[in-house]
């Protein structure tokens, strides 16, 4: 009997170790992707699939790290770096560079773009301390519509990005104009089976987190972290919190510009105006999934999170398809786990702006 | 000290004045909107919108903050329409029907909302914005899916899709000749705006003067230039439409549904009175200090449970009021952006995230709505975009949420720090928000 209790104790203490959500959701993925094997459903196929969202949207997912690790909660004003990269792109499409040449030109206007940016939405984070996942929605919102009005204001003069008729850019740019489509993709892909490996998008996903990694071991990487887990302690040793709350929001801006723009190449399209609308919350939940707090989240978060929500929202399309009939559950699917995960995530958050 | 004051003011109000200088400056650049036209707009707009607006104000009071949650209010009384519609019932006992159906089910969800609230204490708002995606995604797979799929449904009925699986995307709710539910509560009478407005000032009158008579009993000493300048308003007010009805001009042609009205100022009423109440009186306490009540002696718990039960409610009858008047049915869609708007029009009218009441409702429902209907003529009129006005307006709809907050977080902090300053010994919880449960561990 003493020996089942302890077992029972040991495995409660393995399970909130591995994290209760991330612990259901890997069984449910397994469980989906043996279903898929026997389905018959072209598993290789899948994987592919998922590897590809995976390098597509997880440096995204990685520019949460730094603002949950300074303390201002998960980034949901994300669209902000995200508008950024897509102004970073199309600037460097209207000047006419082509293949890798646009994209890294695009990187470059993205980052001096986020870095301003950045500065201002992190002087605005330290001035509402205590309701910043609130304030940051709505600003990322604020943003996006604003920028609804400039993607029809600016000047533009490329014919592919323009509207036939009419003033403005297109509401999808095709990088194919500009021979950006899946360069990263492309880069060394192979092919195992029928499992596409596209080994440059992984590369850069990869780079990215050694980076981020690399920056929290770093003397600003490891005050950030310090003055996000005790701001009192941190202040009192100290450390500029502000500061540090700004560089973090900056990084984090940075990371989504740049992650756009690596999503964009993948995908084959630049999408503007209310397509960034709603970005920030899947980037949220796959952090979540990984097993992130509102307060704390490692690379390892990233990478674990966005396989496992990626990988759920890939192999969940053609198992009910099969299960349902023809029916395509997959945006339901997304919308319960990754709302539900939130949801969780903010029952675990304690004390917060006292009303 | 009377110039730091008038900024204190400004700040205070700086959302609603926002909006009445961009009403005035949208009117006096698009001079082509008939005076007609916007008042019949705006006050069928105004009754349509106005009791989802004033069910935020009880949660607001019992310091829940703006209450996101109630799009799934609005789901529960498109649930309830469903199943009217199914049955094909409609008039008058249809809808009456659709009250009964949706009461129970706006109850049980707003309980569920509630206890998922007491578990997010303090991110009660986005928790509500993110609780209103998830029920929207259970909302799709029971009315996509489950229909049909699950539930047993004859495949040829008109609000099936075609292959017998889930509601179609648009349900027609009946015309209200042949019985339907469209029209059916506005269409049962009708009286001209203009009388509805003398007959208001009037009251506004009668009301104003008895409180000045209470007050000035009580020996309360405070200005008497408010009521004046009240009084005054409504005065010319009466004058001014008295004059419109002697004349029969144009804007007689405008008029209101009269039982809709009446709902409103009934629901107006009791949430005056609510607040009155010893109920009402523990909402207020607990919006103030959780802690202080708790040790009062109230269930700070269920008192905020009651409250977005309530809030839920009277979010799904304001659906209903919604739905009978726009008179389609977009079985996906008809409530996704109703918690934003109706968010927004509450902040318009001067509320914050810890202030609210009637009279804030209805000046924002008004504002908030004659935006909506100039904003599309200024861009036309300025940029010759309509599109451009569009986009301008969803950005006022987001921009002046983030502002309302932004600016009441910004003061409680600077209360706070000012607070921290004056009793360096007290200490504040809100600072190291969210991570004292790390310092624990």
Redesign the interface.
Known sequence: MADIKAGIRKSGRLIKGFGLARLILGIFFIFLMTLGFFLNLGIGEIIGDILRRVGMNGILVLAMVPSIQS?T?PN?ALPIGIVCGLLGIVYSIEWGFTGLMCLLVGFGMAVIFATVAGYIYGR?LN?????????A???G??V???F??AW??LPFSNPGMSWFL??GLRETVQLDIAEAGQVFNNFLMFKVGSAVIPTGLLLVFGLLCFLVYLFFQSKTGIAISAG?????FAEASGLDIDRNRIIANILSTILGAIGIIVYSQSYGFVQLYAAPLMMA?PAVAAVLIGGAT???ARVSHVIIGTTLFQGLMTISMPVTNVI??G?D?S??V???I???I??YA??Q??????? | MRGRKITEWIIDNLVPIIFVLFTIVGFSVSDDVPLVFFFRELSSRFFRNIILVLSLVIPVIA???LNFGIVIGAMAAQAALVLVRFFDAGGIPGTLLWFALSFPVALFLGYLTGK?FN?????E???G???G??A???Y??VF??CVG?LIKVPADHPMVKPDG?GLRATIDMGKPAEGGLQYAIDGIAKMPLVWALLLASVIGLVVLFFIYRKRRMLNRAESKFGYYFKAAVLLVAAFFLAGEIRGNTMLMNVEIPLVTSVIVVLVCIMTQWLVETKLGQDFNSV?KS?YISKVSGIDVDRKRIIAVMMSTVLAAFGQIIYLQDMGTFNTYSSHEQIGMFSVAALLVGGAS??KANIGHAILGTILFNAMFIISPEIGQAV?G?V??GE??R??M???V??LA??IY??K??RQKSLLIIKEASNSV???????????KN
């Open positions: 303390g909660g949901f605005l001035s509402v301390k205590g309701a910043e996942m609130m304030i929605t709505y600003t919102f604020s996006v519509a604003l609804c009005l029809l204001m009419g003033k996000g887990m005790n701001p009192k919350f509102a307060s704390r349902f009939a029916a559950l945006e339901i997304r919308a319960v990754q709302n539900g939130i949801l903010l029952t958050v304690k004390g917060g702006l006292k009303i | 310091g829940l903050g998922l578990k997010t204490r303090g991110q708002m986005i928790a914005l993110i609780v995606f998830f929207n995604g259970v799709q797979f996509l899916y799929g699986v919006g959780q995230v810890a940029f975009q599109l451009l986009y301008f969803t950005f709809v987001y921009g949420i983030g907050l932004g977080v910004w409680t902090n919880s809100g600072y190291a928000s969210g991570n004292s449960q790390e310092v």
